[in-house]
């Protein structure tokens, strides 16, 4: 069986999602860079596989898929065991904890947080613009009310969905890992709770081995 | 079936008519809106708050399980309660509008794909069109509609839309040859940009996604989540050509 192929380089945070569900479930797979420089990512090959010409895109056989959680998705479908199932399609409880978790990530956390990676990372290190205080400040304000649920949320459970790692912790994984990188590493102190759910996704192997790849620059 | 289903929030919000139309879709007849007065903002204080911690509407509870996000409780609602639908128009063929689970890995990627594309690119554009648009005529002191805003985002749009017409020329739905949770997730917005902005053309000029929004539109479900849209959308509608 051929490995399956993921376009996008393993450093992008979008990549880096599907590259977690790919490690956890021990699969075989090979990342296909794509030169943005030499605008592959709208060339008609690469829009074949993403009509939106962005990454990742990610190619099974003859399946060609784009949108980071539904290739992690049919990747944790595809390789599930009894002993990685980090979907819980099983169980309708705790597949539902898995998908309010997925979503709050999506829709609620990433953009409080993610502003603040542009801002203090991507802007000035990739894209040579300047950090914008102002969009630091609110999202930092946004931030922590969110974080305040989330340690409430975590003083009950290990994980998001309950006591069992999930597709809801590891969706966290590359955006935090860069904030890490940011000079704000250290709001996460202020919600024990947090830091130590952080703490145990950075723990495991697959993250490990993705973050080595994923070195952020110092701030 | 469903006793002790509740739905907290307000039918005009298409995020909430998301939930109600996946519950009309899967049969539940005897689920409870209990409304949320958000000019109070009642999301924001208890004892909401200790059902969605976030604030946000819709929240759900099917006896003691309590959920928050939209799309989350549409798949909850779809696994548990339907595997056929109750109110699909029939055909000639019968059983071709069926909302139908995904029966391979293929086809449950496929759909998960066009719901992540809903979720991060059609609503976040939508969106900004609704609320400046129809909105925030609604709310007392809504403000002056920012046509920068919209003009940007109807630029948006169009870009998806465009991609969507790609899709929907080759495939019936979203989803694939059924109906999904990936189109009927656009129902709420769409139906609030067709009916209460003068936008609509960006639906109406494309053959495909016309079609397509004409049979989501027309299904028996939909048309009960939009007269319960409709209560509260009535005064923003658009006058008929």
New interface residues.
């Given amino acids: 069986m051929a490995p399956v192929k993921v376009f996008g380089p393993a450093m992008s945070t979008n990549v880096a999602r599907v590259l977690v569900c790919l490690e956890e479930v021990g699969a075989e797979y090979e990342v296909v860079n794509i030169d943005f420089q030499a605008q592959e990512h709208k060339s008609p090959e690469h829009l074949v596989r993403n009509?939106?010409g962005q990454i990742p895109a990610f190619q099974d056989g003859d399946?060609l898929?784009?949108?980071?959680?539904?290739?992690s998705?049919?990747v944790l479908?595809?390789y599930k065991t009894d002993k990685v199932d980090l979907l819980r399609e099983g169980n309708?409880?705790e597949?539902?904890m898995v998908?309010?978790w997925?979503?709050?990530d999506?829709?609620?956390y990433n953009p409080a947080l993610s502003p603040i990676v542009y801002e203090c990372l991507i802007n000035p290190m990739m894209r040579g613009i300047p950090t914008n205080q102002k969009v630091v400040d609110e999202s930092l304000e946004k931030l922590k009310k969110?974080l305040e649920?989330y340690e409430?949320?975590l003083s009950k459970h290990k994980y998001l969905a309950g006591d069992f790692i999930s597709f809801a912790d590891l969706n966290h994984f590359p955006y935090t890992f860069y904030f890490m990188g940011t000079p704000h590493a250290a709001l996460f102190d202020s919600y024990p709770h947090v830091k130590a759910w952080w703490e145990r996704i950075m723990a495991r192997p697959s993250v490990q081995k993705l973050g080595a790849s994923m070195v952020p620059p110092k701030a | 079936m469903g006793g002790g289903v509740k739905v907290y929030g307000v039918a005009a919000s298409p995020f909430v008519a998301t939930v109600l139309l996946c519950l009309e879709e899967a049969g539940v007849e005897d689920y409870e809106l209990v409304g949320v007065d958000m000019a109070a903002r009642e999301q924001r204080t208890q004892p909401y708050l200790s059902r969605n911690p976030f604030g946000k509407i819709p929240t759900f509870v099917d006896g003691e399980l309590t959920l928050f996000e939209s799309r989350a409780i549409s798949r909850y609602v779809l696994r548990k309660y339907g595997r056929t639908s109750a109110s699909s128009p029939t055909t000639a063929a019968g059983e071709e509008d069926l909302l139908r689970e995904p029966s391979t890995l293929e086809e449950s990627a496929v759909a998960d794909v066009w719901t992540e594309v809903e979720a991060h690119r059609y609503t976040p554009a939508i969106s900004h069109i609704v609320r400046e648009c129809a909105i925030k005529r609604l709310i007392p002191g809504g403000g002056e509609r920012d046509q920068a805003v919209v003009d940007e985002n109807v630029a948006k749009l169009g870009e998806v839309l465009d991609v969507y017409e790609q899709r929907l020329s080759r495939s019936p739905y979203l989803a694939g040859d059924s109906v999904g949770l990936a189109d009927l997730a656009h129902f709420g917005f769409t139906y609030c940009l067709v009916e209460c902005t003068e936008y609509g053309a960006l639906v109406e000029s494309r053959p495909g996604v016309r079609a397509w929004w004409g049979r989501i539109s027309a299904r028996p479900a939909a048309k009960k989540v939009a007269a319960m849209m409709n209560l509260v959308l009535n005064p923003l509608k658009m006058p008929s050509a």
């Avoid at chain 1, 898929?65 to 290739?71: D, G, H, P, Q, W």
Wanted: zero cysteines.
């Fill in positions: 009509p939106f399946l898929l784009f949108e980071s959680r539904a290739i998705k049919y479908r595809k309708l409880k597949a539902a998908d309010v997925t979503e709050v999506a829709h609620t969110v649920v409430a949320h």
